[in-house]
């Protein structure tokens, strides 16, 4: 039987689209979450414990992406019982960095068929065959898949890093800017590249006090944290 072949999603593609049980009832995915962003994200296997670092980390933080607009849905090849086990488990018994009593409530999918793993290329045979790597799509409001990052199964990943990505997104997004290296909200963006010589000119000689211009190719301008978030976080 010959086997099926998923081609990789790419940034700038449809996010695939799957119907799927998470322990929050079944989801059509990306159709049930039209104009939020998401970041959908797989783990290797319930009941280990960086995954069960990650998921109190992400369960903690769910009410600060929710405020940018931004679901967030969890994969693992792991059956709904164990799902469910596992998180009553956290709740009840796991305590880490100061959190515990950590109740998650965004959907944890179930994917004992790997359709999803397969789709969305988390299945890495290099690191395993029967296990997803961490794996982590921030998806926009129409469906677009904007980012992707792969961690292999032993490291955890960056919460800071992946919220800051959502912000970086979101601000290019709403004020038509590129964010600098290590930029965070607040710090001074970049002005898209002059697309024509008159235009390189006149940013060279313009007394903009907002635009720094270090050559013709090269210009930031100031734009306030205050800004930022007035405009992208929900009222």
């Known amino acids: 039987m010959e086997e099926k072949v998923f081609a990789m999603p790419r940034i700038g ?12 009832g079944e989801i ?4 049930d979450y039209k104009g939020s962003w ?26 600060k992406f929710n405020e940018a607009n931004c679901k967030l849905v969890g994969l693992s090849v792991d059956g709904l019982y164990s799902h469910i086990a596992w998180l009553r488990t ?13 109740e998650v409530t965004f959907p944890l999918i179930e ?3 790997m359709n999803v793993a397969q789709k969305y ?26 980012t992707i990052l792969y ?28 964010t600098p290296a290590d930029w965070r909200p607040g710090d001074e963006v970049i002005v898209p590249t002059a697309g024509s010589c008159g235009v390189a000119k006149k940013r060279m000689e313009s007394k903009d006090e907002d635009i720094k211009c270090y050559d ?9 944290k205050e800004t930022i978030f007035k405009k992208i976080l929900k009222k």
């Open 28 to 31: 059509n995915f990306p159709s």
């Open 121 to 146: 290329g988390m299945m890495m045979p290099g690191e395993s065959d029967t296990k997803a790597v961490r794996a982590v799509f921030i998806i926009d409001p129409k469906g677009i898949i904007r």
């Open 216 to 224: 013709w190719f090269f210009c930031t301008k100031k734009l306030e």
């Open 151 to 178: 961690y292999p199964i032993s490291t955890g990943r960056n919460f800071d890093e992946l919220y800051r990505i959502l912000i970086a997104l979101q601000t290019a997004d709403e004020f038509g800017v590129a």
């Open 90 to 102: 956290i709740k009840e018994k796991i305590e880490y960095k100061g959190m515990k009593n950590v």
């Open 111 to 113: 994917d004992i068929t």
């Open 38 to 63: 998401v970041i959908l994200f797989s783990h290797p296997a319930d009941f280990t414990p960086v995954c069960t670092s990650e998921f109190m980390t992400f369960a903690t933080l769910e009410s």
């Open 13 to 24: 593609e449809k996010a695939p689209e799957f119907k799927a049980i998470t322990t929050q």
